[in-house]
Each structure stands twice: as C-alpha cells, then as structure tokens.
C-alpha cells in the first residue's frame, strides 16, 4: 500500500476540502484526486463523498480512517527505530553481573534521558562482527587476542583498567594475607572453568599464566557462579580470580576471601570498541563519559599483555587506517 497515498487520504479526511488538503501536503488539488483515486482503486470502496460543500467520509471511509493513522504512526516509528538519535544506543556489555555493566549504568545515571539498549554477546569475535556490521553501536572487549586486529572502521579506546583479585576460601594458604604477588602464586592451581577457548579473556588468563608460571586450570563444566563459590568456599587449594568491582554475594559461612595481588597488580584492560562512522550522537557522548571517568593506567606497578592497549582515540576522530 502507498504510504503517501495514505497520507493524502489522512490530510483530506482532516482537512475537509481537497483543495485545502492540498495546501497543507503543497501539492496541486489534481495530485490529491489521483492519489485518492489509486488508493481507492487499491481497496476497492469508495473513501469520499464529495459535493459543493467539501469532501465528506464514506462509510468505508470512517472504518479506513483509524487504520490510515496507525499506519502512519507505524512508519514513523519504523523510521525512528533507525534514526540517528532516536533510536535506543545498543551497547554489548559480555555480562550484566560484571564491572562493564556497571560503567553503563554509571553512562545512564549521568545521561538519563539516552535510551539504552543493553545486550550481551560471548565472544569478541561475535562482538567485533556486530559492531562491523552495524547490529550494535559499541562494545566492551579486551584487545587481547595475539595476531588479532580489528577490522578497518573499527576503533577502540581504553576505559579501564580493572585489577584483579585472588579469590580462595578460608583454608587456603593465602586466605589470610593481606596481599601477595603473582609470583608468589607460581605452581598454585588456579580454577577458571568459564575459560572458553578461543575468548579474549582465555587470551589474557593464558598470558597471565605465561608471565608468571600460573597453572589456570579450566576443567569443567562451568555450571555457572554459585557451583564456582561453592567449590572454591570447600576447597584448601583451588583459588581463582576475580575482577576488583564484580559484584559477588555468597552464603556467610562460605568465609570466602579477596585478596589483592600486588607488585605487579594484574589488570584487566577493559576498551570500548565501536565502529569509526556510526553517527549516533549517544555514542559519542558515551565515549566523552567513559573517557573522562577513567584515570589511565598506573605506572610501574601494574601488568597487562602486550599490546593490550591500544591508543586513545579523540573525540570525534576514528581509528588511522
């Protein structure tokens, strides 16, 4: 069906008169008539009743009348729906219970009027794709994955820089300290069975290992948070980690532990990634705030992967070819 057509029918049946309709739409009276005319030949029924006095609704006319206007109002919204600035901004945040959850929630209190739509894709792979090609707007990796780079469009820019925590149970041998370095975890068994192949995070952990000689230990199967607390609460020699600002809540006789590992303290580099020509003026304020919360990587005392940080991107400005 002809959305002009219907909205021809929609003027003239507001309006009264051809001619007026005409006025409003700045189209000539004949233009109205032959509009009218297709789409009644399309429905098959008369719309007006046209005399000295205007043009008057048939019957079918009045029954046509609310279903012109929802169709209308249907394609403006399809039309909003993929506009710049109308639509919701669709951000990848990997996990609802992570850090990355919280610094989009930290995005909407500072800007509630941007509507959000929040997703959550597994691998980076699968999110870079998605931001390549459009289906989200942005979203939140590690650029961690050796001989991997994003494709041409695409840009990323550091957010944060999230330490990570030693996470044991009370008859641990760490349990008690205060901190302790990575080193120190050398030959200890590490329990990550959420350490999918292929994943970025599985890169940085392999890394992690590699610098330290870690043993990451991903038997599983993952059955998911609760059965991990629940094994690592009952164990004297799993630990696994955790990042510092992951919410987790446990039983109280659990007497789970976080401790800080220091000297180097490893970080998860956190970026945003989003593609160069995306128009959406939510994106960019996304960036700015994301940008000027995140105080930058600590000196000396930290540790990433090589290359896990790629340089800042300006307001703006993409990613050099």
Known sequence: MDLTAVRTFVA???????QEAAADLSITPQAVSKRIAALEGDLGVRLFDRDARGARLTIDGQAFLPHARGLLQAAERAVASVRPGSRALRVDVIGRQLSLAGLLRGFHRAHPETELDVVTLFDSDTAVAAVRDGTIDAT???????????????????????????????????????????FQLAGHRIWMPGNAPGTEWTAYYDALADAFGLVIDTVGPDFGIEPLLDTIAASTTLATFVSEQTPLVWPAGHDLRRIPLVDPTPVYPHCLIWRTD?????????????TSASPGRLGSGVWAPAGSRPARQEHGRGAPS
Do not use: C, W
Not at 140 to 156: D, H, N
């Open 278 to 290: 995306n128009p959406h003026p939510s994106l960019a304020a996304l960036r700015r705030h994301l």
């Open 12 to 18: 003239v049946a507001e309006a009264g008169q051809f």
């Open 140 to 182: 939140f990796r590690a650029v961690t994955m050796p001989g991997r780079q994003l494709p041409k469009g695409v840009a990323a820019t550091p957010v944060l820089d999230e330490p990570l925590h030693l996470f044991t149970g009370p008859g641990h041998p760490y349990a008690d300290a205060p901190a302790i370095t990575p």
